[in-house]
């Protein structure tokens, strides 16, 4: 068992920044590829940004390439997305997820513990 605790969120105007941390309860964190997504009220849950189980790969949905960058400290336990030049198009609950092997996921069914989320809202 894994739990995922997300932090970090809030409100921020538009273009403005905020960086989520996603803490992990287990010393295995780096047997897991890790992922973040978000779900806006009336909408499906959808990918974000993923890492694998070493911090050497990333993907990101086209929506959020060159703005956010995920990264990841095993050390720490810890998965990040730092988001910049946000829009109100981003306002949404996002969600850290760990997924079983090192391989990025991006589809949501994958990811076998999920974080409770964390509000973000950005104001235009």
């Known amino acids: 068992q894994v739990q995922l605790v997300e932090s970090g969120g809030g409100l921020v105007q538009a273009g403005g920044s905020l960086r989520l941390s996603c803490a992990a309860s287990?010393?295995?964190?780096?047997?897991?590829?890790m992922g973040w997504f978000r779900q806006a009220p009336g909408k499906e849950r959808e990918f974000v940004a993923g890492?694998?189980?070493?911090?050497?790969?990333?993907v990101y949905a086209d929506s959020v390439k060159g703005r956010f960058t995920i990264s990841r400290d095993n050390a720490k336990n810890t998965v990040y997305l730092q988001m910049n030049s946000l829009k109100p198009e981003d306002t949404a609950v996002y969600y850290c997820?760990?997924?079983?092997?090192?391989?990025?996921?991006?589809?949501?069914?994958?990811?076998?513990?999920w974080g409770q989320g964390t509000q973000v809202t950005v104001a235009s």
């Open positions: 997820g760990a997924k079983a092997g090192e391989d990025v996921g991006t589809i949501p069914s994958l990811y076998i513990y």
């Open positions: 287990r010393r295995t964190f780096s047997n897991y590829a």
């Open positions: 890492v694998n189980w070493s911090g050497s790969r990333t």
